[in-house]
């Protein structure tokens, strides 16, 4: 089992419409969760971070955790084609040094 | 405004040659990284430097080398190149070893070996 499994997609979805990208992790002690955007071709980019169950909101970006599930999403509402990239979720692992694991990222796909 | 900047950004080997790639940051920032990218695989770790002096091996360490110069400048060195290393390679830092506040990347190195 990976560490960190999201769906590598591609997530289509159309222009204004809420795009749900979903992670999920296997450390139970997971401290840290993060959501970047990358890009084609480009560095990743650092977007969303949550440390505690629940909502967190920035702009059209929710970050949504669930430790009891181990769980984490990100939400884009109202979503434009210049979301298009590919998200990659992050996670701090409580155990092994503080280590920060990426899942390979889903690729969203916003149609005009 | 520079953040982490890399140094080159495209490189051509040869199987077998050697090459430094280089990696600054001017955020103050004590922790520093260097991830390769491969399609399908995403961001693995290759080895990191949790402050000035020290480095440790991340998950995929075999044939590179690393430097931590001063707070600011971490370099990757591989030896001797081989196909196997074809990829991105792309350095961060982050403010702790924690990355609490998450990672900030360079701009990335696409290096190939032939």
């Known amino acids: 089992q990976k560490e960190v499994e999201q769906n590598s997609g591609p997530l289509s979805v159309p222009e204004g419409a809420i795009a749900s990208l979903n992670c999920t992790y296997s450390?139970?002690?997971?401290?840290?969760f993060f959501w970047y955007r990358q890009y084609s071709g480009k560095s990743p980019e650092l977007i969303m971070s949550?440390?505690?169950?629940g909502d967190k909101e920035d702009g059209r970006f929710t970050a949504q955790l669930n430790k009891a599930s181990q769980y984490v999403s990100l939400l884009i509402r109202d979503s434009q084609p210049s979301d298009s990239a590919t998200y990659l979720c992050a996670v701090t692992a409580g155990t092994g040094g503080f280590k920060t694991i990426f899942g390979a990222g889903t690729r969203l796909f916003v149609k005009a | 405004n520079a953040g982490v900047t890399q140094t080159p950004k495209f490189q051509v080997l040869k199987t077998g040659q050697s090459m430094t790639l280089q990696c600054a940051q001017d955020m103050n920032h004590n922790s520093m990284y260097w991830y390769r990218q491969d399609p399908g695989m995403g961001l693995r770790l290759i080895y990191y430097s949790a402050s000035e002096g020290t480095t440790d091996k991340g998950e995929v360490p075999n044939g590179y080398n690393v430097s931590r110069l001063n707070k600011r400048e971490f370099s990757l060195r591989l030896e001797s190149a081989a196909p196997s290393q074809t990829s991105v390679y792309f350095c961060a830092s982050s403010e702790d070893h924690r990355g609490t506040y998450g990672y900030t990347f360079g701009s990335g190195t696409r290096l190939t070996v032939v």
């Open positions: 450390d139970r002690v997971s401290q840290s």
């Open positions: 949550i440390y505690s169950n």
